[in-house]
């Protein structure tokens, strides 16, 4: 019967995960386990759609249930996508590029779901020829960090589900045991339809204006002359900032590894601009400053 089809209309790619989760038998409840598993699993799609943002944001990565074995609740996942680009529905290059390369970024990133954003950065530059080198002339770049410490967060909070219960990925370069870990509190990403979006990285001094001192990672520097806000994604700097209280007075300045997103709406008119604080490198004070700390 053509109502009954429940055929998935996608194309296969090369690639296959296990999510394994042990549980009690006799002693779990079954929507637990089963609504934890389709929580990960939907954590899982939303970071290889992170993965994909920089090739093609029509791309929807999607697992496709190969197999459910014994023993613990162990899901074998294949990667397929809805929505590939004509050009490349055929290309079995293309298609094994892409599995390879969701394999591998989930297998790095997944190590660390509470990695903070320097560390990020530094499992993306493992990926960034993973990108250049994607059959055909054109490469691709990484995505941005913010949305990986998005993406992250939500395998986070899915793993939530499963207090004191193991909660295993494995794939073809090893297994990987996600941790119990508090999610940072989530970043809600804009519409990507019918936007455009512009991503600078670079190493910069941003003087300070305003810290932050109750926590909320956002302060206020002046760049080019003006003043404006700044996310701070280096927790670990952050954290550290906060429970010694290192001094920081009106002109210090922060050596920072940095990444800038622009937003364009259909007509190319700059609709945001978000600057993020990869990593702070060190404090600058001036020199009469210093002196006179000294």
Same mark, same amino acid.
């Given at each position: 019967? %053509?109502?009954?089809?429940?055929?998935?209309?996608?194309?296969?790619?090369?690639?296959? #995960?296990?999510?394994?989760?042990?549980?009690?038998?006799?002693?779990?409840?079954? #929507?637990?386990?089963?609504?934890?598993?389709?929580?990960?699993?939907?954590?899982?799609? %939303?970071?290889?759609?992170?993965?994909?943002?920089?090739?093609?944001?029509?791309?929807?990565?999607?697992?496709?249930?190969?197999?459910?074995?014994?023993?613990?609740? !162990?899901?074998?996942?294949?990667?397929?996508?809805?929505?590939?680009?004509?050009?490349?529905?055929?290309?079995?290059?293309?298609?094994?590029?892409?599995?390879?390369?969701?394999?591998?970024?989930?297998?790095?990133?997944?190590?660390?779901?509470?990695?903070?954003?320097?560390?990020?950065? %530094? &499992?993306?530059?493992?990926? &960034?020829?993973?990108?250049?080198?994607?059959?055909?002339?054109?490469?691709?770049?990484?995505?941005?960090?913010?949305?990986?410490?998005?993406?992250?967060?939500?395998?986070? !909070?899915?793993?939530?589900?499963?207090?004191?219960?193991?909660?295993?990925?494995?794939?073809?370069?090893?297994?990987?045991?996600?941790?119990?870990?508090?999610?940072?509190?989530?970043?809600?990403? #804009?519409?990507?339809?019918?936007?455009?979006?512009?991503?600078?990285?670079?190493?910069?001094?941003? !003087? #300070?204006?305003?810290?932050?001192?109750?926590?909320?990672?956002?302060?206020?520097?002046?760049?080019?002359?003006?003043?404006?806000?700044?996310?701070?994604?280096?927790?670990?700097?952050?954290?550290?900032?906060?429970?010694?209280?290192?001094?920081?007075?009106?002109?210090?300045?922060?050596?920072?590894?940095?990444?800038?997103?622009?937003?364009?709406?259909?007509?190319?008119?700059?609709?945001?601009?978000?600057?993020?604080?990869?990593?702070?490198?060190?404090?600058?004070?001036?020199?009469?400053?210093?002196?006179?700390?000294?």
């Amino acid at each position: 019967m %053509r109502g009954m089809d429940r055929t998935l209309d996608v194309e296969k790619v090369e690639g296959e #995960i296990a999510l394994v989760i042990k549980y009690k038998p006799g002693e779990s409840h079954a #929507i637990d386990v089963l609504q934890g598993a389709i929580a990960l699993v939907d954590s899982l799609d %939303r970071l290889d759609h992170v993965l994909l943002s920089s090739v093609d944001t029509r791309l929807e990565p999607v697992s496709v249930l190969n197999d459910i074995e014994k023993s613990s609740l !162990k899901l074998l996942l294949a990667r397929a996508l809805r929505s590939v680009p004509d050009e490349h529905l055929h290309n079995p290059d293309w298609k094994k590029w892409i599995g390879a390369l969701l394999v591998k970024g989930k297998h790095l990133l997944l190590q660390r779901i509470d990695a903070d954003a320097p560390e990020i950065q %530094r &499992t993306i530059d493992q990926l &960034t020829d993973d990108y250049r080198h994607a059959p055909g002339l054109v490469g691709y770049e990484p995505p941005r960090i913010a949305d990986i410490q998005g993406a992250l967060d939500d395998v986070a !909070k899915a793993r939530a589900r499963f207090p004191r219960q193991p909660v295993q990925i494995q794939t073809e370069f090893g297994d990987i045991d996600l941790p119990e870990t508090l999610p940072a509190p989530s970043m809600v990403p #804009i519409d990507p339809d019918r936007l455009t979006y512009v991503v600078n990285r670079g190493r910069e001094f941003f !003087k #300070i204006k305003q810290p932050d001192m109750l926590g909320q990672a956002q302060w206020s520097v002046i760049r080019n002359g003006r003043a404006v806000r700044v996310d701070i994604l280096h927790k670990a700097w952050l954290d550290d900032y906060h429970a010694r209280g290192m001094p920081l007075l009106p002109g210090d300045s922060l050596e920072c590894q940095f990444e800038e997103t622009i937003t364009y709406d259909d007509q190319q008119n700059e609709i945001d601009r978000r600057l993020a604080i990869i990593e702070v490198i060190r404090v600058v004070s001036p020199p009469q400053q210093r002196n006179l700390l000294g």
